[in-house]
T-cell receptor, first 114, second 115 residues
Framework: EAAVTQSPRNKVAVTGGKVTLSCNQT?????MYWYRQDTGHGLRLIHY???????EKGDIPDGYKASRPSQENFSLILELATPSQTSVYFC?????????????FGKGTRLTVV | GNSVTQMQGQVTLSEEEFLFINCTYS??????LFWYVQYPGEGPQLLLK?????NKGSSRGFEATYDKGTTSFHLQKASVQESDSAVYYC??????????????FGSGTQLTVMP
């Protein structure tokens, strides 16, 4: 069973503070993704990675950084959190293979920036 | 660019009623089409996918046909159950402008099934 674990599950941060969201996968997948979910927008891609040491910008990367130190771990970093970044964040992993490949999601992190 | 449209934000049905969720897409490529389902407190999970135009995908009583002529991928189920209550996402998988493949999500449809 594919497994993607996110931590923390809930986070309250202050405006201007630094926030790190962590993701671990035990699927040995090369590809990992960070999405945010907002009502009316579905899921939007922030950053993704093709393997350890690589990060790529997705559709809405502004205000976010990503880090992929190993095959298993992929972090999303908000250097200066703003209230507009209040959202639910999902990490996902998938094997290489293009658009035919199933993607497996974690349970999400609910971030509130006050 | 690629896009997916789900016009129905919410659908409410009674058990054993017929489900139809509308989805249309726009792309210049040859996408794979997916339906993902998200239960409360969980991440989205794959419900079904279709890789070839004019083919049908099915899973757990749900069906969707990849209609290239009308650029549609509507989700149907003959008889819904209360346990089907969830958010359903229509998703397009295709190469993006950068040459890397990507998943484009629709805005989602909240299905509520009353007992």
């Amino acid at each position: 069973e594919a497994a993607v674990t996110q931590s923390p599950r809930n986070k309250v941060a202050v405006t201007g503070g630094k926030v790190t969201l962590s993701c671990n996968q035990t699927n040995n997948h090369n590809n990992m993704y960070w999405y945010r979910q907002d009502t009316g927008h579905g899921l939007r891609l922030i950053h993704y990675s093709y393997g350890a040491g690589s990060t790529e910008k997705g559709d809405i990367p502004d205000g976010y950084k990503a880090s992929r130190p190993s095959q298993e771990n992929f972090s999303l970093i908000l250097e200066l959190a703003t209230p507009s970044q209040t959202s639910v964040y999902f990490c996902a992993s998938g094997a290489p293979g293009g658009a035919n490949t199933e993607v497996f999601f974690g349970k999400g992190t609910r971030l509130t920036v006050v | 660019g690629n896009s997916v449209t789900q016009m129905q934000g919410q659908v409410t049905l009674s058990e054993e009623e017929f489900l139809f969720i509308n989805c249309t897409y726009s792309t210049t490529g040859y996408p794979t089409l997916f339906w993902y389902v998200q239960y409360p407190g969980e991440g989205p999970q794959l419900l079904l996918k279709v890789t070839t135009a004019n083919n049908k995908g099915s899973s757990r009583g749900f069906e969707a046909t990849y209609d290239k002529g009308t650029t549609s991928f509507h989700l149907q189920k003959a008889s819904v159950q209360e346990s089907d209550s969830a958010v359903y996402y229509c998703v397009l998988g295709d190469l993006g402008s950068s040459g890397s493949w990507q998943l484009i999500f629709g805005s989602g449809t909240q299905l509520t099934v009353m007992p």
